[in-house]
């Protein structure tokens, strides 16, 4: 199975700050890539698919970027409701996988 | 709207079966992939499974943990899906989510995600 690995686990940000999360795939993956986000007790919103398109409706503070192996979620200005985890999901080959989530909080 | 409401989690013994539900609405189930993807308290997410849409012929993929005890199935007439979990195990339990995967650019992705229901798999 293919691993994907997310860093860091957590982070700290304040309100404003530029944050960026990122997934290494233990091998090759193309850009079958998408990038979630979940706060407490609610299901994960799709952000990001294809490693780089923003879904509809998702504010353009978000973007991803990557191919390959490398593969980066970048939020620019943290708002307060941003303060969530993120995960990313590959696609390329079965089973899929998640990345282990990345927390981010409130600085 | 699209809209999807997972049911039948609760608690069960280990060795025991449940039958998840999810009622879909708003889109039509045979032209979708669907997922299940689960999540044990305080954990990560863990794709679960996978059926194809009705162009093709609704297969199925598993996860190696499940594989062999879990199956998948819908009832596109009655835009339902179907998780039939057997020989449940205590790591088993989650709170379960039904997703509606459909093809992005060339690539499949859940997009809605139901509000999850929980299964506890205990003696």
């Known amino acids: 199975a293919i691993q994907m690995t997310q860093s860091p686990s957590s982070l700290s940000a304040s309100v404003g700050d530029r944050v960026t999360i990122t997934c290494r795939a233990s091998?090759?993956?193309?850009?079958?890539l998408a990038w979630y986000q979940q706060k407490p007790g609610k299901a994960p919103r799709l952000l990001i698919y294809v490693a780089s398109t923003l879904q509809s409706g998702v504010p353009s503070r978000f973007s991803g970027s990557g191919s390959g192996t490398n593969f980066t979620l970048t939020i620019n200005s943290l708002h307060p409701e941003d303060f969530a985890t993120y995960h990313c999901l590959q696609d390329f080959d079965y089973p899929l996988t998640f990345g282990g989530g990345t927390k981010v909080e409130i600085k | 709207e699209v809209q999807l409401l997972e049911s039948g989690g609760g608690l069960v013994q280990p060795g025991g079966s449940l039958r998840l539900s999810c009622a879909a609405s708003?889109?039509?189930?045979?032209?979708?992939?669907m997922d299940w993807v689960r999540q044990a308290p305080g954990k990560g997410l863990e794709w679960v499974g996978r059926?194809?849409?009705?162009?093709?012929?609704?297969?199925?993929e598993f996860a190696a943990s499940v594989k062999g005890r879990f199956t998948i199935s819908r009832d596109d007439s009655n835009n339902s899906l179907y998780l039939q979990m057997n020989s449940l195990k205590i790591e088993d339990t989650a709170v379960y989510y039904c997703t509606r995967t459909p093809h992005l650019s060339g690539s499949y992705f859940p997009d809605y995600w139901g509000q999850g229901t929980l299964v506890t798999v205990s003696s």
């Open positions: 708003g889109f039509t189930l045979s032209d979708h992939y």
């Open positions: 091998r090759a993956i193309r850009d079958d």
């Open positions: 059926t194809r849409d009705k162009a093709n012929g609704y297969t199925t």
